[in-house]
């Protein structure tokens, strides 16, 4: 079986600092793209971050470049999201998901319709 376990969100003022962790198990990590995708209340869910396990490239949206750093550890098939220079507009429901990596020819994948696999979410509050 499948799971993601985010965790690491909280409350943090604006211009603080978090690390997010998803922890996945029932997979073969290395196999998977691994993103990080956010929803705020009356919002619709996008992405944020994405990784490759196979070439380790990466996606970042626009309003997050050069604020935030995706990585992974493969021994502990973990992804992270380390945000800083954090704004009361990231604030959202922050969801992990895995997407499996078909063929290495194929872009990294960003879109929230090509992950299969989700997590349960972790709140982010940034205050002003």
């Known amino acids: 079986e499948v799971q993601l376990q985010a965790s690491g969100g909280g409350l943090v003022q604006a211009g603080g600092s978090l690390r997010l962790s998803c922890a996945a198990s029932g997979f073969t990590f290395d196999d998977y793209a691994m993103g990080w995708f956010r929803q705020a209340p009356g919002k619709e869910r996008e992405g944020v971050s994405c990784?490759?396990?196979?070439?380790?490239?990466?996606y970042y949206a626009g309003t997050v470049k050069d604020r935030f750093t995706i990585s992974t550890d493969n021994a502990k098939n973990t992804v992270y999201l380390q945000m800083k220079s954090l704004k009361p507009e990231d604030t959202a429901v922050y969801y992990c998901?895995?997407?499996?990596?078909?063929?290495?020819?194929?872009?990294?994948?960003?879109?929230?319709?090509?992950?299969?696999?989700w997590g349960q979410g972790t709140q982010v509050t940034v205050s002003s």
């Open positions: 998901a895995a997407a499996k990596i078909l063929s290495p020819s194929i872009p990294l994948p960003s879109g929230i319709y090509e992950y299969d696999h």
């Open positions: 990784i490759s396990n196979r070439d380790n490239s990466t």
